[in-house]
């Protein structure tokens, strides 16, 4: 009431009506220097090299891919890792952060306005002329104003920083989509490897079983003297040598159960128990369509970064171009003081000041000018950046395509081999049993079959995991709401208190 008060008072109906029209007319005048945005145009093929014409007329969508491998606890435990992964959570801090920066350059385009005031008490001393002078009584003053400053942004350096922090908190989202994206990948990647070094295992187990088996029949053909003792040593020791393979598969499970926990933001071993029961290797259910290279430049995260990244740098070229002009300030204050409070906004004493201050750049030894060169450079190597994120990206997808297509190849062959050893080691078992073979011929045959069974799941795992990495080149990955906006540790009692500084 006290300030409305003083408003009029300080500005009379004339005065008012001319600065009004002062302000809008300096706020038309604004303008910018510098280069505008413009998205680059950045060539690429119209379709994939490596891909099957009927898999790339259209992408499918890419959100959820993993559900394609038709795995609940696979899908369970990305659930789990969206919402626990401390990856994500510190993605969704930076968006926050950014967030805030926005908000932060978008106000340094308006004015700023602030009160004080002040309350003295005060006795004025004796007069030293002459030393005849006296005391005086002693008086309280008070005094209450406001003051406001705005800097017009003529040339749009705070529109330029405040377009810059939009294209910063853009990168941010973005960043958040290339952390889950990574992060899917990472828990279907291991799950897949977990689930083939348990079916590893239990090969491993039941073909130390047969060849312990075959072990002893050798150690029963010894004693009756049909046989020798190199072949008992060989079989004891190819039982041996398999069952310690166990060992070494076991330990690699372990792992990557350990890594499934931390990336579903809990202690390593937590999904031991829930994941020691042996399950089948997830396999994807037909081909993938991979659409058009062009699709790249909107689906994937890491291209989107990089060209919000040049954008942002542009933006910043044409802030540092504007600090080399005049820049113009409107300032002005209103004051009152009086002996009583109460007669602040009545009868008091009013002062009051408004107008302008320009500031004019004549000369900085070059270093406003070295500022826009250097914005300048800055801005060609994040351009740089986005063109080698693209071909990056374009690469990405090339290779995953032979890699899924040509394993897929593979993997028949290797099927077809492991069937032929499947019947060779049984022959070979029966001529051993009648005699009409040697246990070379046995041991030559145990070890190709197992050999060709274990190449047989490796392979499998890596059609699945090829299938995740096209899924991630492509840009697949979550498609469902993420709240950025609560902070991950939250502050109480932060109102006016006793100063503490915790534990020294």
């Not at 993993?66 to 606890?73: E, H, P, Y």
């Not at 659409?291 to 942002?312: C, F, T």
């Not at 028949?412 to 246990?439: D, P, V």
Request: proline share 5%.
């Amino acid at each position: 009431m006290i300030m409305n008060r003083l408003v009029k008072k300080m500005l009379p109906n004339p005065s008012r009506k001319t600065l009004l029209p002062l302000l809008a007319a300096t706020v038309l005048a604004g303008c910018a220097v510098g280069p505008d945005y413009k998205k680059p145009d950045m060539a690429v093929p119209a379709a994939w090299g490596a891909a099957e014409p009927a898999a790339a007329v259209e992408a499918l969508s890419l959100s959820h891919w993993w559900t394609r491998l038709g795995d609940d606890q696979l899908n369970s435990l990305v659930e789990e890792a969206v919402t626990g992964n401390l990856d994500v959570a510190a993605a969704k801090a930076r968006i926050r952060e950014a967030r805030a920066s926005y908000r932060q350059a978008f106000g340094a385009q308006f004015p700023e306005a602030g009160i004080a005031g002040s309350a003295t008490r005060a006795k004025t001393g004796p007069d030293s002329v002459g030393g005849t002078g006296s005391s005086g009584d002693p008086y309280s003053s008070y005094r209450a104003g406001l003051d406001a400053s705005w800097e017009v942004d003529l040339f749009g350096a705070n529109r330029r920083a405040a377009e810059a922090a939009r294209y910063g908190l853009d990168a941010a989202e973005q960043d958040l989509r290339s952390t889950l994206l990574s992060l899917i990948g990472d828990v279907a990647l291991n799950y897949v490897e977990a689930r083939g070094y348990q079916a590893r295992i239990s090969l491993a187990e039941r073909t130390a079983k047969s060849q312990k088996e075959t072990a002893g029949l050798t150690k029963l053909k010894f004693q009756a003297g049909s046989t020798s003792a190199v072949d008992v040593a060989n079989a004891a020791g190819l039982a041996a040598g398999t069952e310690a393979g166990v060992a070494a598969l076991k330990a690699a499970f372990a792992s990557s159960v350990h890594r499934l926990s931390v990336l579903t933001g809990k202690p390593p071993v937590t999904l031991m128990d829930r994941l020691r029961d042996t399950a089948p290797i997830p396999a994807p259910d037909g081909p993938v369509a991979t659409g058009i290279p062009a699709n790249i430049l909107m689906s994937r995260p890491d291209v989107q970064i990089a060209e919000r990244q040049y954008a942002q740098a542009t933006a910043r070229v044409g802030q540092a171009m504007a600090a080399r002009y005049p820049s113009i300030s409107l300032t002005g204050s209103i004051n009152t003081s009086a002996f009583q409070i109460g007669d602040l906004g009545k009868n008091s004493t009013v002062s009051w000041s408004f107008g302008p201050s320009i500031n004019i750049p004549l000369f900085n030894a070059g270093q406003l000018k070295a500022a826009v060169d250097i914005a300048e450079a800055q801005r060609d190597q994040y351009f740089i950046s986005y063109q080698q994120a693209v071909l990056g990206a374009l690469e990405d997808v090339e290779n995953a395509i032979v890699s899924f297509s040509r394993e897929r190849e593979r993997y028949q062959g290797l099927a077809t081999s492991a069937r032929a050893y499947q019947e060779a080691n049984r022959l070979s078992q029966l001529r051993y049993k009648h005699g009409s073979s040697s246990f070379l011929d046995v041991l030559d045959a145990e070890r190709a079959l197992y050999s060709a069974e274990d190449s047989l799941l490796q392979s499998r795992v890596a059609i699945t995991s090829n299938f995740i990495a096209l899924n991630k080149a492509l840009g697949g990955g979550w498609d469902g709401e993420m709240d950025a906006g609560e902070p991950l540790v939250k502050d109480t009692g932060t109102g006016p208190h006793m100063a503490s500084f915790g534990n020294q």
